[in-house]
């Protein structure tokens, strides 16, 4: 297929994120794709600065993870887990607890980042519930924050400054504290602590959980404190 029978295709039925429908300019027309490079269609070579979306972040044509693939291809590609368990999934499941804090011991597999959100979301309000406390339903975060697209986490998202205000008098509505100040290397500020804190013990009757982005706050920058800060808060 020609490039320009590709773009015309795509302008005609594709509908891409994050843009509108149909879409002001052409996409590129990516042919191959090797390591950090995106090859063009018309020659050019791109950069994959955003790894496809953090999907590639060890590149393309990784030589060991396209031989897995191929590999895993050969036996079976998706099972459902429905009552069923095959060997990467513990595998991987038994890699991941053995590099988290003692105490996670179980691992609830997704596949995408907001789904992943989605599905803590429900484990608290389904905890809260289960314990008799319907009315904590709520969930506290603090803006500048990025947690994804589908329903639960655009309502923690930025309400201001984000993407997501189209939606924002039909999401469920959430508590938001001032964001952490600035300052990769700053260590834990008291006063911000105590306002945050403050935020909490305000709203402590409705809340379910408190979601942060553990270092990275999206377009917001680095919260490097977001540990010590969150503990200092629990205790």
Known sequence: MRPDDIVALDRAHVWHPYGPMPGTTDPYVVESADGVLLRLADGRELVDGMSSWWAAIHGYRHPILDAAVVGQLGRMSHVMFGGLTHEPAVALARTLVDVTPDGLEHVFLCDSGSVSVEVAVKMALQYQRSR????????????????????????????????????????????????????????????????????????????????????????????????????????
Do not use: N
């Open 132 to 235: 008799g406390r319907p009315q904590k339903h709520r969930l506290a975060t603090w803006r500048g924050g990025y947690h994804g697209d589908t329903f639960h986490p655009m309502s923690v998202c930025d309400p201001e400054g984000g993407m997501h205000q189209l939606w924002t008098d039909v999401l469920p509505r959430q508590v938001f504290a001032p964001a952490p100040p600035d300052g990769f290397d700053a260590p834990p500020d008291e006063s911000y602590i105590q306002v945050l804190k403050a935020e909490l013990e305000a709203h402590a009757d409705q809340l379910a959980a408190v979601i942060v982005e553990p270092v990275v706050q999206g377009p917001a920058g680095c919260a490097s404190t977001a540990r010590p800060t969150c503990g200092r808060c629990a205790s």
